[in-house]
């Protein structure tokens, strides 16, 4: 069964989120990075990029598949983990210590929009 931790909110699109003030750390869910299987490349945006909640900001490959990153939160990213270009496999490993974007929000309020770890977790259970 996928890792789900309490108290980061959740999107449809498997991102999660941890509030932390005004910046929102972003990064894809273990359920993702298991579905996905091994992660080869990370498309990162750039530093300064808007963003509006549900906008896609870059994407995982592996071997199985492509997919787009969405961002549960609107606003500007103000880093992004560049480890990841050269270690994309850090996803597989641990998907909640290898954050992919921080986002300052222009609408903190948007997360009440996602989903707690319970309301995930039943919707990933198989």
């Given at each position: 069964m996928s890792k789900v931790i309490?108290?980061?909110?959740?999107?449809?699109?498997?991102?999660?989120?941890?509030?932390?003030?005004?910046?929102?750390?972003?990064g894809v869910t273990d359920f993702a990075q298991a579905e996905m299987g091994n992660i080869t490349y990370v498309d990162l945006p750039d530093e300064g990029d808007?963003?509006?909640?549900?906008?896609?900001?870059?994407?995982?490959?592996?071997?199985?598949?492509?997919s787009d990153l969405y961002s549960p939160v609107s606003g500007e990213v103000v880093e992004v983990n560049s480890e990841l270009e050269?270690?994309?496999?850090?996803?597989?490993?641990?998907?909640?210590?290898?954050?992919?974007?921080?986002?300052r929000m222009s609408d903190p309020s948007e997360v009440e929009g996602l989903?707690?770890?319970?309301?995930?977790?039943?919707?990933?259970k198989k």
């Amino acid at each position: 069964m996928s890792k789900v931790i309490e108290g980061l909110f959740y999107s449809e699109s498997h991102e999660w989120v941890k509030v932390d003030g005004e910046t929102a750390t972003v990064g894809v869910t273990d359920f993702a990075q298991a579905e996905m299987g091994n992660i080869t490349y990370v498309d990162l945006p750039d530093e300064g990029d808007t963003l509006e909640a549900g906008d896609a900001f870059g994407a995982l490959e592996s071997v199985k598949a492509a997919s787009d990153l969405y961002s549960p939160v609107s606003g500007e990213v103000v880093e992004v983990n560049s480890e990841l270009e050269d270690a994309p496999e850090k996803v597989n490993e641990d998907p909640y210590a290898n954050w992919i974007i921080k986002v300052r929000m222009s609408d903190p309020s948007e997360v009440e929009g996602l989903l707690d770890a319970a309301a995930y977790e039943a919707k990933t259970k198989k």
